[in-house]
T-cell receptor
Framework: SQQGEEDPQALSIQEGENATMNCSYK?????LQWYRQNSGRGLVHLIL?????REKHSGRLRVTLDTSKKSSSLLITASRAADTASYFC???????????FGKGTKLTVNP | DAGVTQSPTHLIKTRGQQVTLRCSPK?????VSWYQQALGQGPQFIFQ???????QRGNFPDRFSGHQFPNYSSELNVNALLLGDSALYLC?????????FGPGTRLTVL
C-alpha cells in the first residue's frame, strides 16, 4: 500500500515560476526523500531530510518537514523547462530501509 | 564513479516464462533493494538484500525471488510470468542512507 500521498497530482506552470508540491504520510519515519523521474525512466535522488530536521536546501530546491502533521513540501524556485518530470516523496518506516512511495506529482514547466 | 546500473534495458517475455534482471550497485554501497513500478504509479518495494541475505520483503508472491553476490551485485528472478508483471523494475543501492536508483528494466509480458 502507498504511504505517501503527493498533492497535487499534476501541476502546470510557466518557466521562472515557483513550483510547490506536498506530501503526506501515515506512520512515523526516520527520514523522507524526494525523487524526480523523467518519462518512466530511473529515479533521481534529489534530497533527504531527517525526522529531526525542519528544512533543507539544495540549489533551487527547498524541502520542509513537519512531523507533527506528517507532511513535507518540495519547493522548486525559478523553474525551468528541464524540471518537467514526475516528483515522488518516499518515506522509510521507522528504521526500515524499505521506501514507501506515493503516486507522484506530474510537473510540467512550459517555456 | 559509476552509479547504479541495470541490465537489460528492455525485455519482452510471454506469459509463463521466467526472467532474470541484474543490478550493480553504486560503488561502496552494500545494500540492494528492488522495486516494481506499474504505469502511472509510484514504485512498490519488492525486497532488499544485505550481506547476501534477504533482509526485508514487500507484499509480492514467491514467484519473485532474488540473490545478492559477494560483490554486492544482485539479481531479481520472476517465475511463471503474468501479464500483470509488466512494469518498470528498479534497483536501488544504499549504504545506510539515501537510496540511489538505477535506470530500470522495462519488462513487457505478452
Amino acid at each position: 500500500s502507498q504511504q505517501g500521498e503527493e498533492d497535487p497530482q499534476a501541476l502546470s506552470i510557466q518557466e521562472g515560476e515557483n513550483a510547490t508540491m506536498n506530501c503526506s504520510y501515515k506512520t512515523s519515519i526516520n527520514n523522507l526523500q524526494w525523487y524526480r523521474q523523467n518519462s518512466g525512466r530511473g529515479l533521481v535522488h534529489l534530497i533527504l531530510i531527517r525526522s529531526n530536521e525542519r528544512e533543507k536546501h539544495s540549489g533551487r530546491l527547498r524541502v520542509t518537514l513537519d512531523t507533527s502533521k506528517k507532511s513535507s513540501s518540495l519547493l522548486i524556485t525559478a523553474s525551468r523547462a528541464a524540471d518537467t518530470a514526475s516528483y515522488f516523496c518516499a518515506t522509510d518506516q521507522g528504521g526500515s530501509e524499505k521506501l514507501v512511495f506515493g503516486k507522484g506529482t506530474k510537473l510540467t514547466v512550459n517555456p | 564513479d559509476a552509479g547504479v546500473t541495470q541490465s537489460p534495458t528492455h525485455l519482452i517475455k510471454t506469459r509463463g516464462q521466467q526472467v532474470t534482471l541484474r543490478c550493480s550497485p553504486k560503488s561502496g554501497h552494500d545494500t540492494v533493494s528492488w522495486y516494481q513500478q506499474a504505469l502511472g504509479q509510484g514504485p512498490q518495494f519488492i525486497f532488499q538484500y544485505y550481506e547476501e541475505e534477504e533482509r526485508q520483503r514487500g507484499n509480492f508472491p514467491d514467484r519473485f525471488s532474488g540473490h545478492q553476490f559477494p560483490n554486492y551485485s544482485s539479481e531479481l528472478n520472476v517465475n511463471a510470468l503474468l501479464l500483470g508483471d509488466s512494469a518498470l523494475y528498479l534497483c536501488a543501492s544504499s549504504l545506510g542512507g539515501g537510496q540511489y536508483f538505477g535506470p530500470g528494466t522495462r519488462l513487457t509480458v505478452l
